[in-house]
């Protein structure tokens, strides 16, 4: 082992990538339990696949893709393609882990970002669809704006915080299941009949597993086991819990009871927000992004079912929103008190902080909006989008994979 | 910001006192119709 390796920060790193892994399957239990028990398998399915697919598509182009040697400050070359020259010893980003290490770190999170948006499909989407849907916006929209920021692309030259990938993550992510609902459109019944989740206890602990997971995700991407991630790990579980708290309070407030569906969606809010900023604000910081999440995030989703826009399972008022707050959160509350590594935000003197953020956040909106646009088309003419009515009807679990959830 | 900290939590506390505490009234005089019976 070179000497330079830390055997500590790499046991963390790799504990990390374990974590973050098991946050895609937890989320198929979060989608899943929200879903119409006719579609509960092809939601599971969803995430399952993609933990598949994209696991073999990150080693295969996906992370030289991403952070292969830059090229205009766009995309990273293919030096790194099929994993060559990424080995056991240190790499560019990370001089204390394998490279391999920090390579399959990353590749749980570009596993997870394309499972967020299939809860926008969820309950009509042809599985071939959605198959190629993944596999063309992991290569054109993840891969891509990873690189921006994380792989020494523009944004990450600009100045750009997001520890842990409030833009990278949770805005692409979020804004391509609003594109997603739209162009698909609302499912058969939408608006006429209730289209209530079937297991309130599956989604509940798929949100807590996700908590758990998101430990990982933002202390891990301190890439090193120290003060840095004692940090994050604090302000995630506070922020989480904060905005579980406001959104159970606001739902109570508005409709008169304290939901517990709510409570989950709100702690996920929370993990969302907190996520660019983790790496970057002190506790107190987290109680007012955890806050904010809650607020927001609800009041997103009040007003996309106001324009009935069917995001089968909130997943732009979640992440979309929650992400955007998040990285605009850390252009205000950041501070190299916490990371000497960082910039001060708008409180501590920097409000050009916040404008880098914003610019961020609008180039990641913009981008992944007009690619999701465009994959989601050509898809739908060359294979077709929806499933047709009447497998609508008959649910997915039958009609796309002729199995069945539950035999009672 | 500690301050800002403490108020919106203090902000929740309050909210919960005087949230209501009623429950589903639907469901609620549905089951006492039935242990009536």
């Given at each position: 082992?070179?000497?330079?390796?830390?055997?500590?920060?790499?046991?963390?790193?790799?504990?990390?990538?374990?974590?973050?892994?098991?946050?895609?399957?937890?989320l198929g239990f979060f989608y899943g339990g929200l879903v119409r028990r006719k579609n509960v398998l092809a939601t599971i399915m969803h995430s399952f696949f993609?933990?598949?697919?994209?696991?073999?598509?990150?080693?295969?182009?996906?992370?030289?893709?991403?952070?292969?040697?830059?090229?205009?400050?766009?995309?990273?070359?293919?030096?790194?393609?099929?994993?060559?020259?990424?080995?056991?010893?240190?790499?560019?980003?990370?001089?204390?882990?394998?490279?391999?290490?920090?390579?399959?770190?990353?590749?749980?999170?570009?596993?997870?970002?394309?499972?967020?948006?299939?809860?926008?499909?969820?309950?009509?989407?042809?599985?071939?669809?959605?198959?190629?849907?993944?596999?063309?916006?992991?290569?054109?929209?993840?891969?891509?704006?990873?690189?921006?920021?994380?792989?020494?692309?523009?944004?990450?030259?600009?100045?750009?915080?997001?520890?842990?990938?409030?833009?990278?993550?949770?805005?692409?992510?979020?804004?391509?299941?609003?594109?997603?609902?739209?162009?698909?459109?609302?499912?058969?019944?939408?608006?006429?009949?209730?289209?209530?989740?079937?297991?309130?206890?599956?989604?509940?602990?798929?949100?807590?597993?996700?908590?758990?997971?998101?430990?990982?995700?933002?202390?891990?991407?301190?890439?090193?086991?120290?003060?840095?991630?004692?940090?994050?790990?604090?302000?995630?579980?506070?922020?989480?819990?904060?905005?579980?708290?406001?959104?159970?309070?606001?739902?109570?407030?508005?409709?008169?009871?304290?939901?517990?569906?709510?409570?989950?969606?709100?702690?996920?809010?929370?993990?969302?927000?907190?996520?660019?900023?983790?790496?970057?604000?002190?506790?107190?910081?987290?109680?007012?992004?955890?806050?904010?999440?809650?607020?927001?995030?609800?009041?997103?989703?009040?007003?996309?079912?106001?324009?009935?826009?069917?995001?089968?399972?909130?997943?732009?008022?979640?992440?979309?929103?929650?992400?955007?707050?998040?990285?605009?959160?850390?252009?205000?509350?950041?501070?190299?008190?916490?990371?000497?590594?960082?910039?001060?935000?708008?409180?501590?003197?920097?409000?050009?902080?916040?404008?880098?953020?914003?610019?961020?956040?609008?180039?990641?909106?913009?981008?992944?909006?007009?690619?999701?646009?465009?994959?989601?088309?050509?898809?739908?003419v060359f294979v077709g989008l929806r499933v047709p009515e009447s497998e609508e009807v008959l649910g997915l679990d039958a009609s796309q994979h002729r199995e069945?959830?539950?035999?009672? | 910001?500690?301050?800002?900290?403490?108020?919106?939590?203090?902000?929740?506390?309050?909210?919960?006192?005087?949230?209501?505490?009623?429950?589903?009234?639907?469901?609620?005089?549905?089951?006492?119709?039935?242990?009536?019976?």
């Amino acid at each position: 082992m070179p000497n330079n390796i830390s055997a500590g920060d790499t046991a963390w790193l790799l504990a990390s990538a374990a974590l973050v892994m098991l946050m895609t399957p937890a989320l198929g239990f979060f989608y899943g339990g929200l879903v119409r028990r006719k579609n509960v398998l092809a939601t599971i399915m969803h995430s399952f696949f993609i933990l598949c697919l994209i696991s073999v598509q990150w080693v295969l182009w996906g992370y030289t893709l991403a952070f292969g040697p830059d090229h205009g400050g766009i995309i990273g070359g293919l030096d790194w393609l099929a994993l060559r020259g990424v080995g056991q010893d240190p790499g560019p980003y990370a001089p204390t882990v394998p490279h391999e290490a920090y390579m399959v770190f990353q590749m749980m999170f570009a596993v997870i970002t394309p499972a967020l948006i299939t809860g926008a499909f969820a309950e009509r989407k042809r599985f071939k669809a959605f198959v190629i849907f993944t596999l063309l916006w992991a290569t054109f929209v993840y891969d891509p704006i990873a690189h921006w920021v994380w792989g020494g692309g523009w944004l990450g030259q600009l100045g750009a915080l997001d520890f842990a990938g409030g833009t990278v993550v949770h805005i692409t992510s979020g804004v391509s299941a609003l594109v997603a609902a739209l162009v698909l459109g609302r499912r058969v019944g939408y608006g006429r009949e209730a289209l209530e989740p079937h297991d309130a206890t599956m989604t509940v602990l798929g949100a807590s597993l996700l908590w758990f997971g998101w430990f990982g995700f933002n202390a891990g991407s301190a890439i090193s086991a120290g003060g840095l991630a004692a940090n994050a790990f604090v302000v995630t579980n506070t922020a989480a819990a904060m905005a579980a708290l406001t959104w159970m309070t606001v739902s109570w407030l508005h409709k008169g009871a304290p939901s517990v569906l709510g409570a989950a969606a709100g702690a996920v809010a929370g993990l969302v927000a907190i996520t660019p900023a983790s790496g970057y604000v002190d506790v107190s910081a987290s109680i007012l992004i955890g806050l904010g999440a809650g607020v927001f995030c609800y009041t997103a989703i009040q007003l996309t079912k106001r324009l009935k826009v069917d995001d089968a399972l909130d997943v732009f008022g979640v992440h979309g929103i929650g992400g955007a707050w998040g990285a605009l959160a850390t252009g205000i509350f950041a501070t190299v008190a916490i990371n000497s590594g960082a910039k001060d935000g708008l409180i501590y003197g920097n409000p050009g902080q916040l404008g880098i953020q914003a610019i961020a956040v609008a180039a990641s909106i913009i981008y992944s909006a007009v690619m999701t646009f465009v994959i989601l088309k050509l898809i739908d003419v060359f294979v077709g989008l929806r499933v047709p009515e009447s497998e609508e009807v008959l649910g997915l679990d039958a009609s796309q994979h002729r199995e069945a959830a539950y035999q009672i | 910001m500690e301050i800002l900290a403490f108020v919106s939590f203090a902000v929740l506390v309050v909210a919960w006192l005087v949230a209501p505490s009623r429950g589903n009234v639907a469901v609620v005089s549905h089951a006492e119709d039935r242990k009536a019976a």
